[in-house]
């Protein structure tokens, strides 16, 4: 799997950037308390006592979740960007509205990544 070069500070040096390869290719079951959605995961951190012996296992699968979010997020944009350059190589203005109205969703999202 490769990572957009356009990529977050935290994955520049060589051992982030592994750590990033290994989250890119895990799906969310694999992680920490997989079977919990990102709400219910950010809910039970939360909720969960600070005395609470399981503290620490919220807190790590937390810590996993974002990490594992911000590399999809990061494959997500280099997907578009991938969409945008095969719009302006492969495709003419008017050949087909549905595409058309694709295409400038997938403007819209990255032009909102740009501000």
């Known amino acids: 799997m490769e990572l957009p ?7 520049d040096t060589v051992s982030g950037h592994e750590m ?4 890119a290719e895990k799906g969310r079951s694999n992680l920490a ?3 919990l959605t990102d709400l219910g ?3 039970a951190v939360f ?3 600070r005395n609470d012996v399981r503290l620490i296992d919220y807190q790590t ?3 996993e979740r974002i990490r594992w979010l911000s590399v999809q997020l990061a494959l997500a944009y280099g997907a578009l960007e991938a969409v945008g350059a095969v719009r302006s190589s492969n495709w003419n203005e008017g050949d087909d509205p549905e595409m058309q109205s ?3 969703a997938v403007d819209a999202v990255l032009a909102g990544r740009s501000k």
């Open 47 to 49: 909720i969960v006592s």
């Open 5 to 11: 070069r356009i990529i977050p500070g935290h994955w």
């Open 102 to 104: 694709a295409f400038e």
């Open 20 to 23: 990033a390869l290994t989250y």
């Open 41 to 43: 995961l950010a809910n």
């Open 61 to 63: 699968a937390a810590k």
């Open 33 to 35: 308390m997989g079977g």
